[in-house]
């Protein structure tokens, strides 16, 4: 259902193309604190709700990670399975035609599930500016999602929130669902820093070692067998990574993973949410109410969106990172400091809620 409220959505945007029979929908939710900016997505089966849903949770991710961008999201609703390479340029291309007119003052775009570099090319070339999207090849100025910013990001969250609770994360125990983009990169960075990654899981089951896992040989492994439980340690399930006996527990993969039947079992001090939705707030709740430091997805997870401000700033790599070290570890230090009765997630929404009304009262949307 459409939930309209003082701070959107703006646009709704439905666009269907007669000659590819390109069917999309563009939701602008916010955009007092600059063009709304969030992926475009394309699935057989996405909706107008859905998208005007991610929409909104982009406002706060933005706001939270102090971006000067609101929020917003598109669906193609297209099977790209079932789709040539040609179809799919044709939609992309026919999807940019049909917004043309508000990017990339109300919009910008990036990529999210079955779009890539390769669309993103596509989608600036058929606007006419590289200013269209987010996400492009770095031929064109695009910074890779394979440099590893939100694995990064997680790993920054982390070591600050161990800091605000008076530790130290040198040898310290983690354990990690997923060895993906976010997973490898978080694990990388932890064990840098002197953390002791003791579990990692993938599709393939969990592997275990109380002595500890070592990035390098996981990658190696990874690459040569394709999948990490052919490393040396005890092989588990893929659920039982979230009940294991570690410091931080870092669900990295699939949404819901920690839920009302597992919630009992977590033995986490810390639970940085990489992966999006990890766990639904009342069972985050239930996690904060035992003491449990939650660090909620849209905070922890935001080194993407960060890096994505960088490109359309046109910085590289290297002060990418610094951004990202940056942002991440002021917003997770204002986020524990506010925080009451240990709610992770209402400070942060509280301040993120602060700042997209803040900017619209300065543009004279609100009354003070
Ligand atoms: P990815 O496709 O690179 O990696 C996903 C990993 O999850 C793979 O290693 C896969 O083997 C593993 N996996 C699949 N099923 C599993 C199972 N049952 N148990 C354990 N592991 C399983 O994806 P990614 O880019 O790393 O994204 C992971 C999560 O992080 C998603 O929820 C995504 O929405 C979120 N996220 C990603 C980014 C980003 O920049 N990549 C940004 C924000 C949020």
Not at 239 to 246: G, M, N, Q, S, T
Not at 289 to 296: F, Q
Request: proline share 4%; aromatic share 6%.
């Amino acid at each position: 259902m459409r939930k309209e409220d003082e701070f959107g959505f703006e646009k709704v945007i439905e666009v269907y193309d007669q000659k590819t029979g390109m069917q999309g929908v563009c939701v602008i939710h916010n955009t007092a604190r600059g063009p709304g900016k969030g992926g475009i997505r394309m699935e057989p089966d996405v909706t107008v709700e859905e998208v005007m849903g991610l929409a909104r949770a982009m406002t706060w991710k933005n706001a939270m990670a102090d971006l000067p961008f609101g929020g917003a999201k598109s669906g193609i609703k297209a099977d790209p399975k079932k789709m040539t390479p040609e179809q799919k340029e044709a939609h992309m291309r026919a999807f940019a035609r049909k917004i043309r007119e508000v990017i990339p003052g109300e919009y910008i775009a990036g990529p999210d599930m079955n779009t890539t570099e390769k669309e993103m090319s596509q989608f600036a070339d058929e606007v006419g500016t590289p200013k269209a999207c987010t996400g492009k090849p770095s031929s064109e100025g695009g910074l890779p999602h394979e440099l590893g910013s939100t694995g990064f990001g997680v790993a920054i969250c982390t070591r600050v929130a161990v800091k605000h609770m008076g530790k130290d994360l040198h040898g310290m125990t983690v354990a990690i669902e997923g060895f993906g983009n976010v997973g490898t990169f978080a694990m990388k960075f932890l064990e840098q820093w002197g953390a002791k990654v003791v579990a990692v899981s993938d599709s393939k089951g969990t592997i275990y070692s109380k002595d500890g896992l070592k990035y390098a040989d996981l990658m190696k492994i990874k690459s040569e067998k394709g999948t990490v439980t052919a490393a040396k340690g005890e092989k588990l399930d893929a659920a039982k990574l979230f009940e294991l006996p570690v410091d931080i527990l870092i669900p990295g993969a699939r949404p819901d993973v920690i839920n009302k039947g597992n919630v009992a079992n977590v033995k986490a001090k810390i639970l940085s949410e990489a992966a999006n939705l990890p766990a639904k707030y009342d069972v985050e709740q239930v996690l904060m109410k035992k003491g449990v430091v939650v660090l909620p997805d849209f905070v922890a997870n935001a080194g993407g969106v960060i890096s994505s401000y960088c490109e359309t700033m046109g910085w590289k790599a290297d002060a990418m990172f610094k951004v990202v070290e940056e942002k991440i570890s002021a917003n997770t230090k204002i986020m524990l400091e506010r925080t009451k009765d240990n709610d992770t997630r209402k400070a942060a929404m509280d301040i993120a809620k602060e700042r997209v009304r803040d900017a619209m009262v300065m543009r004279g949307w609100l009354a003070k």
